[in-house]
């Protein structure tokens, strides 16, 4: 049996990872509307993954899951529908707390699973935005990780 492994990003992932990104938001996010999916979709299909830290969850040559971690602050986290449930969203959250010292992170506050994880792990909310950055109406959850 494969082991999964944590491993930087390297552009031979891409497709894997936009895969991963678009499965798991049909998967968690019921409430986005179909155009704002689309819209949402073509902007992630443009992103550089080899210009922020970003770091594959590995499961031999396919990407389980995938984060993003700027300054502290998660920027992103998701995992395969099929690897849902498994402990690995805990390791990839262990190792952005070990490793990355992450301490911030940004959530859909309609996305009730996220918001429950992220608590598990000691993250508390500190504000809340109307609005995502792009402007739509999905309320931002901001958490950091309690003293």
Not at 75 to 88: T, V, W
Request: hydrophobic share 40%.
């Amino acid at each position: 049996m494969k082991t999964f492994e944590i491993k930087p990003y390297s552009n031979i992932y891409k497709e894997q990872v936009f895969s991963v990104w678009e499965k798991s938001v049909l998967a968690t996010h019921d409430f986005l509307k179909p155009s704002d999916f689309v819209e949402i979709r073509d902007l992630v299909s443009t992103i550089d993954f080899s210009a922020i830290p970003v770091y594959c969850l590995m499961h031999g040559d396919n990407v389980a899951g995938f984060m993003g971690v700027i300054d502290k602050k998660i920027e992103m986290l998701f995992l395969s529908p099929a690897y849902i449930g498994q402990g690995l969203g805990k390791k990839l959250m262990v190792y952005a707390l070990t490793e990355l010292h992450a301490d911030k992170v940004d959530v859909n506050e309609q996305n009730l699973y996220a918001v429950e994880f992220y608590k598990k792990f000691g993250f508390e909310t500190y504000g809340r935005t109307d609005k995502d950055d792009q402007g739509r109406d999905y309320p931002i959850l901001k958490m950091k990780l309690s003293s």
